[in-house]
């Protein structure tokens, strides 16, 4: 399984344009080679279905780093592979990688190369990339001045490699233009994820919109009064939408829990041997291992290394710190860790019952089909998340859903 990343590896931090800090799949740990690998081709089929229901001409884009050289760039409609030019200071705009997509009720077919990377989609308008001297500027629609900001549009991020295709619908960033993505196995079997339930697309919307607190504040709407997006609550907390205090309380009360009692983590659930105990003292949660030897220490986290899963939550690709990091990052997310002293909780009925917690992830999560998203970094701690895989795929597809 990959790991997923709190960065994207398209972009580059710059000074003029803030960086989405969207999830995104890398081939850091991949799956172990097996016999599929030599049947995975340098491109394979992408089928796009337009069900939205919308008049407006559609807009694709499929940007990513290319797995064998390393460098960044774009695919044509035919997979081939454009790196991107130099940029500048102050950034360039980028050539023109659109690809056009299927009117309403229609599908388009174009090829995926071994990428690891994201596929835009933009509906009525042309989506704005620049570059700077350290790669590409993606859409940061947080940003009031961002050029993207008025746009309707979304993205699906991908692995392909010779392991196979890792391809996820994400929220992380925000909730926007409804999707679901699917991957054909070579026995003719499609899986699929990520789509909402009927009416879950203005279920989202409506729940933010009723819960106090100034999660209705996450939701973007352009001068004309279409709904455009809900703001992940990271960047409700970086804007101000969402009060910094957010999370305080429920912060409080578990640092006041585990100061007297001990929060077992068990991160590897193929290796339910390894556990860490976590114990507070003051500020710091510190966590030892079986052998009563400190590993690694938390400071009490706020609102923005909670949502983010970052700060005070940092999560390196190691085989300590991180996975204990994920682990809380997610238990806080969804208010876990005062019902539940062994860590991760496996079970979705007890998530996000505190009337303290990641309302944006409980809204969406309640909206699926099949309740699985990517609605903050680690929610694939316990196999929630939206994403499909195989080793040997014959086609991927991505589903433009109804905005209901």
């Not at 989506?127 to 900001?149: E, I, Y």
């Not at 585990?258 to 556990?275: H, Q, W």
């Not at 909670?306 to 994920?326: E, M, W």
């Amino acid at each position: 399984m990959f790991r997923l990343l709190r960065r994207s590896i398209l972009t580059v931090g710059t000074a003029v344009a803030t960086v989405l800090a969207g999830s995104l799949l890398t081939a850091g740990t991949a799956a172990p080679a097996g016999a599929a690998e030599a049947a995975v081709p340098a491109t394979i089929p992408l089928q796009i279905t337009n069900n939205s229901g919308r008049g407006e001409q559609l807009y694709v884009y499929n940007l990513g780093t290319e797995l064998s050289t390393g460098r960044q760039g774009w695919a044509d409609a035919s997979g081939t592979f454009h790196p991107w030019p130099a940029g500048g200071n102050p950034p360039t705009p980028a050539p023109d990688a659109s690809i056009t997509g299927p009117a309403a009720g229609q599908s388009t077919t174009i090829r995926m190369p071994k990428f690891s990377g994201r596929v835009y989609f933009s509906y009525g308008q042309k989506l704005v990339f620049k570059l700077t001297t350290g790669g590409l500027v993606q859409p940061a629609v947080q940003n009031p001045s961002d050029p993207n900001r008025n746009i309707l549009f979304n993205w699906t991020e991908y692995t392909l490699n010779d392991s196979g295709l890792w391809l996820n619908s994400t929220q992380v960033d925000m909730f926007s233009a409804p999707y679901s993505v699917g991957v054909q196995r070579a026995d003719g079997s499609t899986t699929t994820t990520g789509r909402l339930k009927a009416g879950g697309y203005n279920g989202v919307f409506n729940a933010l919109r009723g819960q106090s607190g100034g999660w209705g504040n996450l939701i973007h709407t352009r001068p004309d009064g279409t709904v455009l997006r809900a703001l992940s609550p990271l960047y409700g907390v970086e804007t101000g939408a969402l009060p910094a205090s957010v999370m305080d309380d429920y912060v409080n009360r578990v640092w006041q829990k585990y100061a007297t009692s001990t929060l077992t983590v068990t991160p590897f659930g193929d290796r339910p041997d390894i556990k860490y105990f976590g114990r507070v003292s003051g500020d710091v949660m510190n966590f030892t291992n079986t052998s009563g030897a400190v590993v690694t220490s938390f400071q009490k986290p706020e609102a923005s290394s909670i949502f983010g899963c970052h700060r005070r939550l940092d999560a390196p690709n190691d085989q300590v710190r991180g996975p204990i990091s994920r682990t809380l990052c997610a238990g806080f997310n969804r208010s876990t860790l005062l019902s539940n002293p062994n860590q991760p909780d496996s079970g979705a009925a007890g998530f996000y019952r505190d009337s303290v917690t990641n309302h944006y992830a409980r809204a969406i999560h309640a909206q699926m089909a099949d309740g699985k998203a990517y609605a903050f970094a680690f929610d694939d701690v316990g196999n929630h998340e939206s994403l499909v895989h195989d080793g040997n795929p014959r086609q991927a597809s991505i589903t433009l859903d109804p905005f209901n």
